[in-house]
Every structure is written in C-alpha cells, then in structure tokens.
C-alpha cells in the first residue's frame, strides 16, 4: 500500500456548548481518492477546516501530521504552501472578472507592483488545459456555466501547486453530465499521482469514485471502508451514516385513491427572459391527478424550475404560451398571489435564496404565504400565529427548542419542513415540490417522503421535480421525463427503472454540446 | 441564568449605553443636563429626529434603502407653509396642504424606486437636490415669519407650546403628571394583560423578574420625566406629535401585515414575492410614509423656529439615519425596531445637549457625533459576531 501522506490524530473541536468533532482519527495515503460522507451536521466540513487551517492551530486539540511533519497551520495560505488546497461547496469565483484573474486573485503572476498579464494568461491556459476546459482564459467568469466554472475551481487550486486537494461537495450544483467529466477529470487525476479528498453526498459518486470511504457522525469518525478489499455498497454506506440498517428509503404509500385530473397544462412554452428567443420550457403537456405524486425528472438546466414556476403566477420567463385548466377551469394565473389563490403552492429548490427568510423566525416564515390567515383587516394575531407554527412543528416533526428560533440557526432538513409548512399552511391543493431533498441527510429525506405521503392522502397532488433517480422512481406514481426543455417520455412508475428513463433521455439529446 | 443575562445585556445595549451616557453629563455638567428646562429643550430639538427616524426605519428595513431627500423635504413643506400663512389662509387649510406635500413627495420618490426601481440612494439624492431647489424657489431666497399663533402653539413653537394645566396646580402642572400616570397605568395594564393571556393559552413567556424590571424602569424613567416637565411649562404640544407617531410606527412595525412585509422583504425579497407578497407594494409603502413624515416634520421645524429659511433641515437626513443606525437598525434590512431609533435620537440629543452645557466648541460636537455613529456600528458587527 502506498504511504501515509496525512494523518489527522486525536483532533477534537468545540463550539461554544457544541463538541463538533470529538477525537477524531482519520488517515490519507498517498494517491488515492479518500470520501468523507456523513450527514449535515456530523462534522465533515469542521475537519476540513481544521486541516486547511481555516481553524488555527490552539482551536482545537489533536495532531496534523502531513509528510511526515507535525503542521501548525495558523491561517489557510500555510496549508496551501504544503501543498493542501481546499474547494469549497460554493464557487468563490468573482463572475465580473476573467478566468485568468481568478485563477490568480490573490497569487498574481508578476512582480510585487505589477501583474504580468501575459503570464498571468499563459499560466492560466496551461492549466486549463490539464482540466480539460476548452475555454480560453480571457472570458469573463459570468459567461461561463457552473460545470465549466467548477472546472476553473479546480484549475485555480491546481496553479497553487497542490497535492492534496479537498473538494467539498463539488457536484452540488452541476447536472449528471457535467458531474460524471469532473469524477471522470479526478480519476485522472489519480493516475498522475494527486492525492483527492471528497466531501459528498451522492453516495453513487462515492462508489464511483473512492478508493477508501471514511464515515463521519456524531463528530466522530465510525468507520472507514476500503473499496478494494470488497464491493461497497450504497446501503452499506447508509448503514454506517445513520448507524442503523434501513431496509426501504422510501416509505410505502397504501389505499390512496387517484382520482380525478386536478390540473392540466397544454402546449405550455416558456422564453427565457433575458434572451427572449429562447426556448427553455418547449411545448410541455402534462397532467396531475387527484391523490397522485407525479415525477419529473430531468438533469439540472432541463427547464424543470423554469417550468414550474412559470406555472406559479408566471414568475418566471418573458413569453409563457399555453394554456392550463385547474379542475376543468381554464385559468391565468399572472402572479404568485393568484396562483396562491388558486390553491397552487410551489416550493422552491433553493429555500436559503427563494425560499425562507433566514434572519426571521419559524413563526414567521410559516405564516408568511398566509398573512390573511392568521391576521383581521391587517392586523395580525401574533397568538394565533405561533398556533400556527407550533401546529405545523408538531406535525412535521420540525427539530428546534421553540418556534422562535430564527430559521438560519436550523438544519437543512429541518428548513425544508419549515418552508414545507409555510406551503401547507396555504392550503394547497396541488404542491409542486422543487427538488424537496437536495442537501438534506438520509434521516430527514426519509421524513419529508412520509409527509409526501400523507398530502396525497388527503387527496392533495403532489408534482415532485428531482434528479435523483432512486427518488423519482421510489416515490412517484407516474414519471414525465424532461430533457432540454420538452417532456420527452411519460411512464408508471412501475414500469421505470433508471436504465429506460435514461434512455429516454439520450434518445431525445439532439447533439448538444455535453461540456 | 447567567446565559439570560447576557442575552437581556445585548438586547438593552444601547439603552444601557444611553444611561451611561446621561450618567456621564450629569456629573459632568453639575446636574444642568436632567434640570426641567433641559429635559424640556431635548425634547422639542430633537422632535424631527424622532419622526424622520420613525419613516426613514420603514425605509431601512425594506433593505437598508435611505431616503436622502427628507431634509430637503422639511425645508421644502415649511416653505410652502410660510408662504401660504402669509395669505390669511385658514391654519389647518395650510397643515392639510403641507402634509399633503409631504405625501406626494413620497409618492414621487416611491413610484420611481419601486416601479421603475431606480435605486434608492440614487432616487432620493435627486430629490435632495430638486426639493431645496424648490424650496429656494418658493422662499425666492428669503426667510419667512410665520406668526399664527394656532400653528405655532399646537405643533411646539412660540412661548405658549404647552397643554395649559386645567387643574391650575400652583408649583406644578398637575395636568402634566396626570398624564405622565394615565399613560403609565395603561402602559402596565396593557403589558400584564398580554402577559396573562400569553399564559392562559401556555406560551412561551419571559421570566417574571425580567419583565418586572423592564417595567419598573420604563415606568419610572416615564413618570420621572413628567415630573420634571410639570416642574417646568408642562407638557410641550409637541411631546404629543412625537408619542403618536412613535405608538402608531410601532403599531404598524410590530402588529400590521405591512409591517411584517417591510421586514420580510428587507430579510429575503424574492421569498417574498414568491409567497404572493408584492414587494413592488412594500417599497412604496415604506416611501409614502416617509414622505408623509417628512411633512410633519417640516411643520413641527417651522413651527419651533416661528419661520421657514432655505437653509432649514439641512443634514437632518442624515441625523434621522444615524438615530436608527446607533438604534439598532440592520444597514442591510430586516431588523430593527420604533424603540431602537427612540434610543438612537436619545443618544445623539443628549451628547449634543451635554456637549452644549458643558461648553464644548460646536465644531468638535459635529466630530464626537460621527464618532459615536461609528462606535456604535463596531459594536453592532462585534457582538454579531461573536453571536456566531
């Protein structure tokens, strides 16, 4: 086996009231691609900060022993000079400058007075080159989509010199395309001898990609898995996550009548609204009925948000063509208050920007879409609110000490509750739920189906857009497969597997560019 | 316990702050700074702090917007006021008039930020221009007298600004104190009543030593400072214009549906007009009452000053933006409250007022007041951070 590049020993950090990381252990040898899983909150990120030096050293007890040498890193330049570099979940490009300045802001090329732009600009397509990027490095980040912008990620971390290279969650934001070239670029990688750890989710790409898997939770690493010595399961891996066997993700849904068609869009087309010839939703028919979960799935930039929420009160797109019947009632639906009106409810996949307001409390964030519900001629009745809130709480087993807790302070799982309740609090007839479980662990995504499961019991629609396969095939009654802006296939779920949704979907490619 | 304590302390900072800061003077000033005639004087400068902060609040809230123009707009409305006055016209004809120039200047300056989303900053620095301009114009230059004396004495000018005392009291305005106490019983009636019900149906309330504190010492500080009023001219017509503007803000930021949507809008605007709330509506509200602040403020200037000048209200923007800053208010929306920037005025009036006494050189005052704007906004991020 190759040597031991890192050893992290002993490390433990605290937060005031909170043991983030309590002892921790955790090895890298040389060459490999290591994964880190484990749930939100079980104390991933926190190692990584405190490898990077983002924590310095005499925050936290424990060791860094990295080539040998004890490291005291006291600020993130120290660890990138060894060679350790970090990408962050969320891109920190500038989108108002080139790649080439990025690549270099804050490691300018040149003299101390000066910046050298052709070096600069040299340097910089160099390494795009090894990222395999075909863009030329004089093109402003802005013009660029998240997949090749992640790639300009890893370019930067590559001009500092790195060896070891931490990706947290590097494939949150790009579709499956995308997502596969970049696990395909760090097996390269490997090959040339770069030393990889990855923070992630997805756990098809941790088998994809890992040599050995180390479990995170609770702070405390449980266990580590080499995928060389035997197969690793995804369940395998969940088992690890959670600490218990779960025997079936996603809950079974028994006695729920379909019944009637409850919304139907017809030759629905969608411009988008910058570039106003552009199609982004093109010529889309579909139908939702009552008591049934309908899937879409599609990559991400398929036209799916712009979809659904040019259904919500046209808020999105220029042009919207088409027309939509809600229980046999042909409707316009021109804002978001209309839509509300009309029992529709739609919510959002990114609840931080679109969804919630973080700064606030959960009381208000419930009541938010509903002012009127819980308020007479303007006024509102802060009793009946916090009835509200603590109602819904209650129901959807929301994890927090009070209502008033401000909803930035909660977890991902617990603010996708918060932002389902606000929907439900509505009272919605049909909910068009917006990817409901990205970003949120094994545990909460278990419960938010559950709820799923007892809207449609009530004889309410539920239109679930995601990209997870597994999910869109365990959950959904009927699946419309959307790729590049059309419905490209339409299947019960019981005759889906992940092998004929994605042939619906490279059948439909029409030689796009896939970069 | 002790976690709570200090929960209490960062919440009451600036309370805290100002108390200090009247300690400070008091000493320093022989005791000048809390004598009636001073008390008296801090309250009737300082009315347009307190009523431009109340709209500009609303404007802060929706996102950190100011409204640049609102001391242009005092100087503007006061003109008008002055020069209709000068015509025999029936007073409260003239204050119709002026609030309703207060009015449409807000509309004005909303219609452009939140239907053509001209940015604020922008929208209200050509109005601060334009409406001292036409100020200028109204005024063709000059300073105007205003001698209605119905005007003068309801909105806070002249020598008799005062509600007469109906009971006659011989050392003391007994009406005065009468009201000081009304207003205080209602104020704890209103604070134990809340509280039962709250209990009644088993929420969340705050221990009772806290809330018992908080009203002992509002209370106090409320019945003390019309004590010291009655000792003086009694209570000053304008005391009145400010306590209802500063109870109806409240209301509207704490009770209304449109309250909570300037905060929401301030917090996350695309969550808010994602949940059906037009947040076009909400920058229009914010600046339509700013407007309409601006009006009343421009009256109460000219009534205190007995005339309408171009120069009037010059910088006052910037004073009623300080008040809600130092008060608590966030620079990027969605947090603050009617009591911060009461504290905030508070603040910046009794320094000028302390510095007066004491003899300090005006033009080092202008340098202490930025410096406690500064102050005030390093602690703000400091303890936010250390919240993280």
């Known amino acids: 086996m190759g040597k031991v590049i890192l050893e992290m020993k002993n490390i433990t950090k605290t937060f005031p009231g909170v043991k983030a990381l309590d002892n921790v252990n955790f090895q890298v040898e040389e060459g490999e691609i290591h994964a880190l899983v484990g749930e939100n909150g079980a104390g991933k990120s926190t190692l990584m900060n405190v490898l990077s030096g983002i924590y310095p050293h005499g925050t936290y007890e424990g060791d860094i022993i990295y080539n040998g040498e004890v490291c005291q890193f006291q600020k993130i330049k120290d660890s990138e000079k060894k060679g350790i570099v970090i990408i962050h979940q969320e891109l920190a490009l500038v989108p108002q400058m080139t790649i080439g300045e990025n690549m270099f802001l804050g490691n300018e090329r040149g003299t101390k007075n000066a910046i050298n732009w052709n070096e600069t600009y040299g340097e910089a397509d160099k390494y795009l080159k090894m990222v395999g990027l075909s863009e030329s490095s004089r093109v402003l980040v802005k013009d660029i989509g998240t997949g090749k912008q992640q790639l300009v990620e890893i370019a930067k971390a590559l001009a500092k010199n790195a060896k070891l290279l931490i990706l947290d969650e590097p494939t949150s934001s790009l579709n499956e395309t995308d997502s596969r070239a970049l696990l395909d670029l760090m097996l390269s990688f490997k090959k040339q001898g770069m030393t990889m750890i990855i923070i992630t989710h997805k756990l098809n790409e941790v088998v994809y990609v890992a040599d050995k898997i180390t479990v995170v939770r609770d702070g405390s690493t449980v266990e580590t898995l080499d995928c060389h010595e035997n197969e690793v399961s995804e369940e395998r891996i969940i088992k690890g996550m959670v600490g218990r066997e779960i025997t079936d993700r996603f809950p079974k849904r ?175 007839d049909i909910l068009i739920l917006d990817e409901p479980t990205r970003g949120i662990d094994v545990g909460a995504k278990y419960e938010i189906y559950c709820i799923i499961n007892d809207l449609v019991a009530e004889g309410k629609s539920v239109v679930m857009i995601s990209s997870e396969l597994p999910e869109v095939i365990g959950m959904s009654d009927r699946i419309y497969i959307m790729n590049e802006g059309k419905f490209v296939g339409e299947m019960k779920a019981s005759e889906a597997t992940q092998e004929n949704i994605m042939a619906c979907i490279i059948q439909s490619t029409g030689g796009g560019d896939a970069a | 316990m002790s976690l709570k304590i200090t929960s209490v302390l960062r919440k009451y900072t600036m309370a805290i702050a100002l108390i200090v800061i009247v300690i400070f003077f008091q000493i320093n000033t022989g005791g000048g700074i809390l004598l009636p005639q001073n008390i008296n004087n801090l309250i009737s400068q300082n009315a347009y702090v307190f009523v431009l902060a109340a709209g500009m609040l609303l404007c802060i809230l929706t996102g950190g917007n100011i409204d640049l123009a609102c001391g242009s707009v005092v100087c503007f409305v006061g003109g008008i006021g002055a020069v209709i006055m000068q015509k025999n016209i029936n007073v409260w004809v003239a204050v119709a008039i002026m609030m309703i120039g207060g009015l449409l200047v807000g509309i004005w300056q909303g219609f452009w930020i939140a239907y053509v989303k001209v940015p604020p900053f922008i929208a209200t620095l050509a109005g601060m221009y334009a409406f001292r301009g036409l100020s200028n114009v109204i005024m063709q230059g000059y300073t105007i007298g205003i001698s209605n004396t119905t005007f003068l004495n309801v909105f806070g000018g002249g020598s008799d600004c005062y509600i007469p005392d109906i009971f006659h009291g011989k050392d003391m305005n007994l009406t005065c104190l009468l009201v000081g106490l009304i207003a205080v019983t209602i104020y704890i009636i209103m604070v134990f009543r809340s509280r039962i019900s709250a209990k009644r149906k088993q929420y969340e309330v705050q221990p009772l030593y806290t809330e018992l504190i908080k009203v002992a010492i509002i209370s106090v500080v409320v019945i003390w400072i019309f004590y010291k009023l009655a000792n003086y001219k009694g209570l000053p017509t304008v005391l009145i214009w400010i306590a209802l503007v500063l109870l109806v803000y409240t209301y509207i930021t704490k009770n209304t549906r449109m309250g909570r949507y300037l905060y929401a809008v301030g917090g996350n605007e695309k969550a808010t007009n994602l949940s059906g709330i037009d947040s076009r509506k909400v920058y229009f509200y914010a600046y339509i009452n700013m407007g309409l602040m601006s009006g009343l403020a421009g009256i109460l200037v000219a009534a205190r000053a007995g005339l309408a000048q171009p120069t009037a209200g010059n910088c006052y923007e910037m004073d009623a933006i300080a008040a809600c800053f130092i008060g608590g208010a966030s620079a990027y929306g969605g947090e603050g409250s009617v009591f911060g920037i009461v504290i905030g005025a508070l603040i910046m009036g009794v320094i000028n007022q302390g510095m007066s006494i004491m003899g300090v050189n005006a033009n080092y005052q202008t340098v202490v007041k930025g410096i406690v704007v500064l102050l005030a906004i390093i602690f703000d991020v400091l303890s936010n951070k250390k919240k993280k």
């Open chain 1, 254 to 428: 028994s006695g729920v009548e379909i019944g009637e068609v409850n919304m139907e869009v017809k030759d629905w087309t969608v411009f988008h609204p910058i570039y106003a010839e552009r199609k982004v939703v093109d010529n889309v028919n579909f139908n939702v009925r009552k008591g049934e979960v309908v899937g879409i799935y599609g990559l991400m930039g398929a036209g799916r948000t712009e979809l659904a929420m040019s259904i919500f009160g046209k808020s999105y797109g220029s042009t919207i063509t088409g027309t939509m019947q809600l229980n046999g009632q042909t409707v316009n639906l021109k804002s978001p208050r209309e839509a509300i009106d009309a029992k529709l409810a739609y919510v959002t996949e990114d609840r931080k920007g679109n969804g919630l307001v973080l700064g606030k409390s959960i009381r208000v964030n419930t009541s938010l879409a509903n002012m009127k519900g819980v308020s007479q001629r303007g006024v509102i009745d802060t009793d009946q609110e916090y009835n509200v809130a603590v109602e819904y709480k209650n129901k959807l087993k929301t994890k927090t000490p009070t209502v008033e807790q401000s909803v930035g302070n909660l977890s991902g799982g617990n603010q996708q509750k918060v932002l389902l309740a606000k929907w439900m609090f509505t009272n919605p």
